[in-house]
């Protein structure tokens, strides 16, 4: 085997995996590659309760695909109702506030939530096929309002809290979503984090808007809408907890979740039910390995698609015992996760390379106050993990007996496509390792033909999987062109990949202009249409720039207007990285802002942000994020890609 260092699967650990040993990992792949009909119904029939069964496995008529057509199913039913009786007193919930209120959620308890919160829903007239945007803080509460809307088969789409205003009007509004769940507010760093008066803001303008429900949180102050806007427990008095769930459809729309794309409009990525559940739930063992006294902490907020696959549908579908925990990492202090590993002996830990890197750098000391023992298996998920946030992940908090799983995927695949299986597959640090099952992925060269063990190219899969998107909400043009236009009948995933001799994937970066800070997906284009909306910009071109600890940070090039008055660049850098916060959200704030009198073009007049990213890439970078940054190549097939 090739590379320095590769680390077998520990004995005790393969010994009771799911998938113990490297053969029976190919077994499964070869029996998901020549029979995928029969091994997805498989999956299906033994992951899924089913109302009934499908009339095909799936239909593949690229770009546009259906899973298990003409069965009917319930995402709330399976996260739920189908554990009452084996797992009834089982907590599906181990909840802790910022403030550390605590509560435990058995899943008895959760099928009330759930079934009342639906009947209000009910009442209020929503039903299946209306679409609800969930605004919410990381509280239980957020969970039973995605899980409600599947239960009546409102499609839902959860904004993250971190996003303006503006942001989320864009996204009401896209959808044409007439119902809005939200909360008065969360905490954040022992602060408020306010929500509902965003929601005043985005549902001004959004006449479709019929009723706006908030749950009370924190106990601010807001304004109440006299017919729009109700109070969630005011709505849940005296309402019965029993609600039958819909039988829907194998592919009635389960959630459509933004994210950005390579224009400044955010595309909404759809999934469906039964596949995104077969194959969520199907990952939850594989990848995660997991078994029935696990409990499961995954760090995300319910915002991003980590939220959805790996905090609400996938553990919970699978009957997981799941930590959910509200805030900041450093409140009170630094050991605030390790307190919560310690308090609900996590054993399952999955979180980002982002993160990791900034517990780094507060030092050992914290995670050495505190007893890590229970924890056996760890995740990554959202970039590359760089070997010196690998080696210290493994050490520190693995104390190093935890394999580390390296999850890659995104929100379009719905579930991860590519990691290895703890028990059966060798881990190279910074490496995803191998496919799932069923998961043809390939790194091919621009004419679509596989490149050579070590080459670099792009990464595609071949083959249609349950939870992949369906399509891109209202814009199915742009779905075909973004992900099936360049290598027809394959799926275009974007990203750069190296396979080496011994077939491990290496994912190198986008190759579209799209960029990944702490994780989170970022639109370049997003950006600048932000700033050229203030009225001193002329012209702006923004591209990611390695950070220490975010991964890529936002970097700026602006023009600014003829006689725009402002000589003051340092104040009007403040306020564009203002604006840009107030426009998408916080978590987008421009880290540089560089003012400039001219931005390279195209002769046709596109911006070259590559040679922009040149620029603030051939720097000295400090840490080692540039250590898996292979930039020259990520340049070229940027490049190749531009130029079609
Ligand atoms: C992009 C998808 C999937 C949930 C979080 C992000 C990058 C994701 C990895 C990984 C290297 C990764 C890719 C991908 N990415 N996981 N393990 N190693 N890169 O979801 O916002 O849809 O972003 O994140 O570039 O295309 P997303």
New binding site residues.
């Given amino acids: 085997m090739s590379g320095t260092d590769v680390f077998f699967p520990p004995t005790e650990f393969a010994g009771s995996a799911h998938v113990g040993s490297l053969e029976a990992y190919r077994d499964l792949c070869r029996r998901a590659e020549e029979d995928p009909e029969g091994f997805w119904a498989g999956m299906a029939e033994q992951e899924v309760h089913w109302f009934e069964k499908w009339h095909h496995v799936f239909e593949w008529n690229p770009p546009f695909v259906k899973w298990f057509a003409g069965a009917k199913t319930n995402a709330a039913y399976n996260c739920v109702d189908r554990h009452l009786e084996t797992r009834g007193d089982k907590a599906a919930l181990l909840f802790e506030g910022e403030p550390g209120d605590r509560r435990t959620i058995t899943y008895r308890e959760l099928h009330s939530l759930v079934g009342r919160f639906a009947n209000v829903l009910k009442a209020q007239g929503f039903k299946a096929g209306d679409r609800s945007v969930i605004y919410m803080p990381m509280v239980p509460e957020a969970v039973v309002a995605m899980l409600a809307c599947a239960r009546l088969g409102i499609t839902h789409s959860v904004v993250f809290g971190g996003f303006s205003a503006e942001a989320l009007k864009a996204r009401i509004q896209d959808l044409e979503a007439t119902l809005v769940l939200t909360a008065d507010g969360g905490w954040r760093r022992g602060k408020e984090v306010r929500l509902k008066g965003a929601v005043d803001e985005a549902v001004a303008d959004c006449p479709g808007v019929k009723c706006v429900v908030v749950l009370r949180r924190t106990g601010c102050e807001v304004t109440m809408a006299a017919g729009r806007d109700h109070w969630w427990h005011e709505l849940e008095e005296g309402v019965s907890d029993e609600c039958p769930a819909e039988a829907l459809d194998a592919e009635h729309p389960l959630f459509v979740l933004y994210?950005s794309g390579t224009t400044g409009k955010p595309k909404g990525i759809l999934h469906t039910t039964g596949g995104y559940l077969t194959y969520t739930t199907c990952t939850m063992k594989w990848v995660f390995d997991l078994k029935e006294d696990d409990v499961f902490w995954c760090t995300?907020d319910i915002g991003?698609?980590?939220g959805h696959s790996y905090l609400v549908y996938g553990p919970l579908a699978a009957g997981a015992t799941c930590v959910m925990y509200e805030g900041a990492p450093d409140y009170p202090a630094w050991d605030r996760w390790w307190d919560v590993v310690e308090r609900y002996k996590a054993t399952i830990l999955y979180t980002s390379p982002t993160a990791i890197r900034a517990l780094i750098k507060q030092g050992e000391e914290y995670p050495n106050r505190h007893d890590l023992s229970s924890l056996r298996l760890l995740g990554?998920?959202?970039?590359?993990?760089n070997p010196a946030a690998w080696e210290w992940y493994h050490r520190v908090i693995g104390k190093g007996r935890c394999p580390i799983v390296?999850?890659?995927?995104?929100?379009?695949?719905g579930g991860i496509l590519?990691s290895p299986m703890p028990g059966a597959v060798p881990l190279k640090p910074g490496s995803?390792t191998f496919a799932m099952p069923g998961i043809l992925a390939e790194v091919v060269d621009f004419h679509g033909n596989p490149v050579a063990a070590d080459g670099e190219g792009f990464l595609i899969v071949k083959r249609p999987w349950p939870s992949m998107i369906r399509t891109i909400w209202g814009d199915p043009q742009r779905f075909e062109q973004q992900y099936f236009s360049r290598m027809p009948g394959n799926y275009f995933?974007?990203?750069a990949a190296r396979r080496d001799a011994d077939g491990y994937f290496w994912?190198l970066?986008?190759v579209d202009d799209?960029m990944?800070v702490s994780?989170?997906?970022l639109s370049t284009m997003e950006v600048e249409s932000a700033l050229v909306r203030h009225p001193a910009v002329a012209e702006a071109a923004v591209v990611g720039k390695p950070h220490e600890i975010t991964g890529q940070a936002v970097c700026c090039f602006v023009t600014l207007k003829q006689g725009s008055g402002s000589n003051d660049h340092h104040a009007l850098a403040q306020e564009l990285r203002q604006w840009v916060a107030h426009e998408i959200g916080a978590f987008a704030r421009p880290e540089e802002i560089r003012f400039s009198e001219t931005l390279p073009k195209t002769r046709s007049g596109k911006i070259m942000r590559r040679l922009l990213r040149e620029i603030v890439t051939s720097h000295t970078v400090t840490g080692d994020v540039t250590t898996l940054e292979d930039l020259g190549v990520v340049t070229k097939l940027a490049a190749q890609h531009d130029e079609d």
């Fill in positions: 994210t995300a991003w698609v980590t990554s998920v959202g970039e590359p993990i390296d999850t890659w995927w995104q929100t379009e695949t590519i995803g995933t974007g990203d994912i970066g986008r799209v990944n994780g989170h997906r």
